[in-house]
C-alpha cells in the first residue's frame, strides 16, 4: 500500500510538471508563501475535517470489536472494507459537487447552481436505488468475495444487511455535505458530523456491541443513529439556507480577500533640498490585471 501511495503521488507530480494543467502549481516557497497561512488554515480544516471525522469514527468503531471473538472481529473489518467499496461513488460525487457548487456560488449563478444540486439529487437516489438492495439481498456473495468459513460469513452478512439499510440516510448526508461546502456553511456540517458521531453514534455503538453484547451487530446499529441524525440535520440545514443570500454574501467574501491581499507598488522619489538628498516612499495603489484602472485599495 505504501509503494502505492508514493507511486500515485510521483504519478501526479509527473503529470503536472509535464502537462502543466494549471500554470504556476508547482514553485519554491518564498515569504510570501507564508502569508496569512493561520486564517486560510482555520478556513480549510473545517473542509477537511468533514472527511477526517467520518473515516475516523468507523477506526474507533473497530476498535470496540477488538475485545470480540476472532469471529466478530473479522465480521467487522470484512463489513467496513464493504462500506468502503460502496461508499466511493458517492465520495466522488461529494467531491466533484462541492467544486462545481461552490464554483457557481462564487460566480454569482443561483441558477447554474440549483442545477448542480438537483444533478446530485438524482446521482444520489440512482446510487441508493442500486446499491441498497444490492448489498442488502447479495449480502452473501460479498460476503463470500473475502471468505468460505460459514460462521464469519454469516455474521458479516448481518452487518452488510444493517448497512444496507444505512446506505440512505449515510449518502443523503454524503450528499448535503458536499452542497454545505460548496455554498460555504462548512461549519455547520463540520458541526453537524462530529454531534451525530462522536456524540451520538459511537456511544450508542459501544452501548449495543459492548454493554448489550450485540457485537458487530450492535456496532453498526449504533452508527445508524448517527448516520440517522447527520441525514435529518444536514438536510435541514441546507433548507434553510437562501442560495441567493448565500451568493451575495460569498461575493462579498471574496471581495474582502481580494481586498486584502492587494499590496502596494512602493516608488522611490529622490529629491533635493540643499546640500541633503531626501529619499522619499510613495505607496501606489494597486490595480487589479482583470480591471484595469479600478483601484482596489485607496492609499
Known sequence: ?????????????????????????????????????????????????????????????????????????????????????????????????????????????????????????????????????????????????????RELMDATKQAERIYALAILPDFITLLMTSILRGIGKEHTAVAVFATGYYALGLPFAFFFGNILGWETNGIWWGLMVGYLFNGIATTVAFLKVDLGLQAQIISERIEGKINASCCFEEKTQVRSEGPFQMIELKSIPYESPESPGKKLLSP
Open 1 to 149: 500500500m505504501t509503494l502505492t501511495y508514493i507511486l500515485l503521488f510521483a504519478l501526479l507530480v509527473a503529470y503536472v510538471a509535464i502537462k502543466k494543467p494549471v500554470e504556476e502549481t508547482l514553485f519554491f516557497f518564498t515569504k510570501d508563501s507564508f502569508k496569512d497561512l493561520m486564517p486560510q488554515f482555520k478556513e480549510e480544516a473545517s473542509i477537511g475535517a468533514i472527511l477526517y471525522l467520518d473515516f475516523a469514527a468507523f477506526e474507533f468503531a473497530t476498535l470496540f470489536a477488538g475485545s470480540y471473538s476472532e469471529t466478530q472481529l473479522a465480521a467487522q473489518i470484512l463489513n467496513y472494507n464493504v462500506m468502503g467499496v460502496m461508499v466511493l461513488p458517492m465520495l466522488g460525487l461529494n467531491s466533484t459537487l462541492t467544486t462545481y457548487v461552490g464554483n457557481t456560488i462564487g460566480e454569482g449563478s443561483v441558477k447554474k447552481t440549483s442545477q448542480y444540486i438537483k444533478a446530485g439529487y438524482i446521482l444520489t437516489a440512482i446510487c441508493i436505488i442500486v446499491e441498497a438492495p444490492a448489498l442488502f439481498f447479495l449480502s452473501e456473495q460479498f460476503a463470500m468475495l473475502y471468505t468460505r468459513d
